[in-house]
């Protein structure tokens, strides 16, 4: 299961994360993110439990770049 990472989850579903992340950085008008979307679906199913895969919509840009440096 992929995960929708906010601002507001972001401390929780990476940071203080039990298992590794996997993080896609994606933006909603980048046609090469939306090829990524089985892939990531594969791998989320594939390492269920062992591996977390969440997705950053980068068009959030200033919580970002304030907070990932």
């Known amino acids: 299961m992929k995960i929708r990472v906010t601002a507001k989850n972001y401390p929780q579903e990476v940071l203080r994360s039990e298992t590794p ?3 896609e950085f994606f ?3 980048c ?3 939306a090829m990524m979307e089985d892939v990531l679906d594969e791998i989320a199913k594939e390492y269920d439990g062992r ?3 969440c ?3 980068i068009e959030d840009q200033q919580f970002w770049q304030q907070n990932l440096k």
């Open 21 to 23: 992340v996997l993080v």
């Open 27 to 29: 933006a909603v008008w």
């Open 51 to 53: 591996v977390k895969v």
């Open 31 to 33: 046609g090469k993110c």
């Open 55 to 57: 997705q950053i919509e």
